[in-house]
Structures are given as C-alpha cells and as structure tokens.
C-alpha cells in the first residue's frame, strides 16, 4: 500500500515561489520514480515534473522549464516541487504520483497518487 500526501499549496502572487512537498508512506521509497502533475478546472491532469528513483534523471514539461525544480529527500520518503516565479497559468491542483517501474511523463503509468494541494496565482 502506497499512501502519497501533498502539502506547501495556496494563494500567492504572480511572481512569487511556493515549494510543494509529497511524503509517501512506502517501503522502499528509494526505488520509485515519482512526478508531480496538475490539473485546472476543465482541463486535463497534465505532466509537469518528474525524477527517477537516484535524482540522476529529472524531466520537466516545456511551460515550466527554467522556473519549477523537482527534488527528492530518499531519507525522508519525501518529493518536492519548488516553483519560482509562478504565473496566473499555473493555478491548479498539483498531485504527485509513484512508479515503481520506470520513470515516464504518461500519467496511465502511474498507480499511485496523492489527493492534490492547490496553488492559485492571483496576477
């Protein structure tokens, strides 16, 4: 049983930063890739930042590339999403997402997911 809990959202300015956090109850943390998507009202869930089990790998969608960082503390069985200079575009519900088996941006490939926390981007 995987449990992924999502915390660090809410109400900021355009311009500001935010870092999100994901803790994961799961044995053997360490071998899971995990990804942060996001989904606005009336749109799909869709990709924005992933990281394989060692860090050595992190993938990232084109509209938050240069301002969105995904890290991972394997000690605290914890993901991060640190988000700078955030827009109006970004407003969402931001989950993160497990997977034991390879690192990939296809959110089919994820079996596990957290409830989402909110990040809205007043401008």
């Known amino acids: 049983q995987v449990q992924l809990v999502e915390s660090g959202g809410g109400l900021v300015q355009a311009g500001d930063s935010l870092r999100l956090s994901c803790a994961a109850s799961?044995?053997?943390?360490?071998?899971?890739?995990m990804a942060w998507f996001r989904q606005a009202p009336g749109k799909e869930r869709e990709f924005v930042a992933a990281?394989?089990?060692?860090?050595?790998?992190?993938y990232y969608a084109e509209a938050v590339k240069g301002r969105f960082t995904i890290s991972r503390d394997n000690a605290k069985n914890t993901v991060y999403l640190q988000m700078n200079t955030l827009k109006p575009e970004d407003t969402a519900a931001y989950y993160c997402?497990?997977?034991?088996?390879?690192?990939?941006?296809?959110?089919?490939?994820?079996?596990?997911w957290g409830q989402g926390t909110q990040v809205t981007v007043s401008s």
């Open positions: 990281i394989s089990a060692s860090s050595l790998r992190r």
């Open positions: 997402a497990a997977d034991p088996r390879a690192l990939t941006s296809d959110k089919r490939q994820y079996d596990y």
């Open positions: 799961v044995r053997a943390f360490s071998s899971y890739a």
